[in-house]
Nanobody
C-alpha cells in the first residue's frame, strides 16, 4: 500500500527554521515527482516546492525561493523540506504528495499528484 508520512512540523519563532520529512512506504520514489504543499486556515492549498526524483530538478513557489530547500535521500526513500527564515505567512498544514504522471515536470499543480500524506502542522509565532 502506497503511503506518505510527513513529520517535523511544530511551533517556531519568526526567523527560525524547521526541516520537514516525507517518508514513502509501499513504493519507491524513483520515477515520481514529490511535492510539498501547504494550506493555511481559510486559504486554498498552495504548492510550495517539488522535486523530480529521477532527474533531481526542483521548483519553488516565489514566496519561498531563497528560504526553502527541497532535497531527497535515495537510500531512505525520503524527501525533505528545509525551511529557513520562517515568516508568519508560512503557517499552515504542510503535505507531501507523489505524482507518477508529473515525474518529468516541475509542477506545483496539486491536481496532478495522486498520493498524499496526512500533513504536519507548521506554526510561526512569537
Amino acid at each position: 500500500q502506497l503511503q506518505l508520512v510527513e513529520s517535523g512540523g511544530g511551533l517556531v519563532q519568526p526567523g527560525g527554521s524547521l526541516r520537514l520529512s516525507c517518508v514513502a512506504s509501499g513504493f519507491t520514489l524513483e520515477g515520481y515527482a514529490i511535492g510539498w504543499f501547504r494550506q493555511a486556515p481559510g486559504k486554498e492549498r498552495e504548492g510550495v516546492s517539488c522535486i523530480s526524483w529521477s532527474f533531481g530538478i526542483t521548483n519553488y513557489a516565489d514566496s519561498v525561493k531563497g528560504r526553502f530547500t527541497i532535497s531527497k535521500d535515495n537510500a531512505k526513500n525520503t524527501v525533505y523540506l528545509q525551511m529557513n527564515s520562517l515568516k508568519p505567512e508560512d503557517i499552515g498544514v504542510y503535505y507531501c504528495a507523489a505524482s507518477h504522471r508529473a515525474r518529468y515536470y516541475r509542477t506545483l499543480d496539486g491536481s496532478l499528484y495522486e498520493s498524499w500524506g496526512q500533513g504536519t502542522q507548521v506554526t510561526v509565532s512569537s
